[in-house]
């Protein structure tokens, strides 16, 4: 999130400006909230926001989300034999992301050639 940058909307949105997605807090829905609930403490979320049903992303975040992937195919695609020194749910997770952000990156970038921006 951009460093200070919150900007409140209403008593019930609260837009949290992000490098991959910007954030319309919404406590009942917020899967951040639920997940430090239920562990009593916050806990890092790496890419939590990616399955939230607050974050919206458009074109602005696309080059943050390709270098994300990129950084992600890189470490996949180092030559074999350091690739199975590395853990084997490592690879399924970089694997796994790599998918994902794959997705989002389609998803914005279909509907940004038909509407100019996607908010997913």
Request: charged share 25%.
């Given at each position: 999130?951009?460093?200070?940058?919150?900007?409140?909307?209403?008593?019930?949105?609260?837009l949290h400006p992000g490098v991959l997605n910007d954030c319309f807090y919404q406590a009942?829905?917020?899967?951040?909230?639920?997940?430090?609930?239920?562990?009593?403490?916050?806990?890092?979320?790496?890419?939590?926001c990616l399955h939230c049903p607050n974050a919206r992303r458009s074109a602005v975040h696309l080059?943050?989300?390709t270098t994300a992937r990129d950084q992600a195919l890189s470490v996949l695609d180092l030559p074999k034999k350091?690739?199975?020194a590395m853990p084997r749910l490592q690879?399924?997770?970089?694997?796994?992301?790599t998918t994902e952000l794959d997705?989002?990156?389609q998803s914005i970038t279909t509907d940004g050639s038909k509407e100019g921006t996607r908010t997913a």
């Open positions: 999130m951009a460093s200070g940058t919150v900007k409140r909307f209403n008593s019930a949105k609260t009942a829905t917020a899967v951040c909230r639920k997940r430090a609930k239920a562990l009593g403490r916050p806990v890092p979320l790496h890419n939590m080059p943050r989300l350091e690739r199975e690879v399924i997770a970089l694997t796994d992301y997705e989002l990156i």
